[in-house]
């Protein structure tokens, strides 16, 4: 019934947009911030993730980030991010406005992908700004550093880091613009992204989320709730619009 009901939302929308948190890579083997037990249960993600930790014990922080980017670097996309690159594919999505930093919307092949909380490809110096591919940075000293001398960061937000007004904008554009949001996969507690499905509420869109848990969201701007996993409940929303599509 709800399936249907986003099913038929976004087939009769003129724009829809994606919005994903780290829920849609759990089904690639990523944790959440939210599950019990693995990463997240040795490292405090406020501690670790927040920007004053890593200016003040880079070292400490690097060890944690090279721990997760050997996760981050062995995933897979899933069928969620398979069906999203799909959907766009076939012009029934415009964009994916993504918190997650592991690239999986772009390796499922998702081409209008804001990431808005950056990524972990690269690296960049603290100093001079230089960026680097991750794949030509030493890592054999902790913390890395750059040429200068000065040391090197991720190019993703840490906690207490404003969002990079780029893709500020354009998931604000985005969100604006947009006649049905799905919002997939995040629990809602991190600002500013929380924010993006108010904005596009505001504006009119049907808001569609899909989570198995219970979110942070209020209820008043959700208007249809699909409580399964994401790969499950994209994987018959695709089957559904295909059946109709057919016809
Ligand atoms: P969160 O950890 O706060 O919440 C994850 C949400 O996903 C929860 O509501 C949970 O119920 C839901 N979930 C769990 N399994 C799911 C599934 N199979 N299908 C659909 N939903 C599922 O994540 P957040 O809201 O994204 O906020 C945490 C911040 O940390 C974000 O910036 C996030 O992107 C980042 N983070 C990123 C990654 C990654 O890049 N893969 C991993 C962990 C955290």
Known sequence: MEIEEAARAILKSKKSVALTGAGISVESGIPDFRSPGGLWSKYDPLEYGHI????????????????IDQLLDRANPNVAHDVLAELEKRGFLNAVITQNIDSLHQKAGSVNVIEYHGHNRSLRCEACGKTYPKSEV????????????????????????????????????????????????????????????????????????INPGET????????????????SALKKILEYINSETKK
């Open 52 to 67: 004053g930790s890593f200016r003040s014990n880079p070292g400490k922080v690097w060890k944690m980030l090279l721990e």
């Open 216 to 231: 942070e969201l209020p209820k008043n701007i959700i208007d249809i709730t699909i409580r399964e996993k994401a790969g």
């Open 138 to 209: 030493d890592f054999s000293k902790i913390p890395p550093v750059c040429a200068c001398g000065g040391l090197l960061r991720p190019e993703f937000v840490f906690f207490g880091e404003p969002i990079p007004s780029r893709e500020r904008q354009l998931a604000e554009t985005a969100a604006t613009g947009c006649d049905v949001m799905l919002v997939i996969g995040t629990s809602g507690s991190v600002a500013p992204a929380n924010y993006l499905p108010h904005i596009a509420k505001r504006h009119g869109a049907t808001i569609v989320e």
